[in-house]
Nanobody, 115 residues
Framework: QVQLAESGGGLVQPGGSLRLSCAAS????????MGWYRQAPGKERELVAR???????NVADSVKGRFTISRDNAKNTVYLQMNSLKPEDTAVYYC?????????WGQGTQVTVSS
């Protein structure tokens, strides 16, 4: 089994920054892709960024240049550095890890961008 624990969400003004963290416990391998998704009210869950075993990343166009995903394999932790936040970034952010065909999800952390 795998468990994911997110932290770092909160309220921030437009233009501000937040850093999300997600610690994975259980049997984790560095080759298992990890990532962040988000879901705004009334919208479907969407990919924000994903990082693969070799360190390559896949970042949504809507956050490219503002958000950076990174990973510490020794700590089984993935991070999402979010800069230049916009009101449209407001959503619940979910951590994800893929093992084979199975996906595991965190409980989600709220990010609210508002003045």
């Amino acid at each position: 089994q795998v468990q994911l624990a997110e932290s770092g969400g909160g309220l921030v003004q437009p233009g501000g920054s937040l850093r999300l963290s997600c610690a994975a416990s259980g049997t984790i391998f560095s080759i298992n892709p990890m990532g962040w998704y988000r879901q705004a009210p009334g919208k479907e869950r969407e990919l924000v960024a994903r990082i693969f075993g070799g360190g390559s990343t896949n970042v949504a166009d809507s956050v490219k240049g503002r958000f950076t995903i990174s990973r510490d394999n020794a700590k089984n932790t993935v991070y999402l550095q979010m800069n230049s936040l916009k009101p449209e970034d407001t959503a619940v952010y979910y951590c994800n890890i893929q093992k084979g065909v199975r996906h595991y999800w965190g409980q989600g952390t709220q990010v609210t961008v508002s003045s």
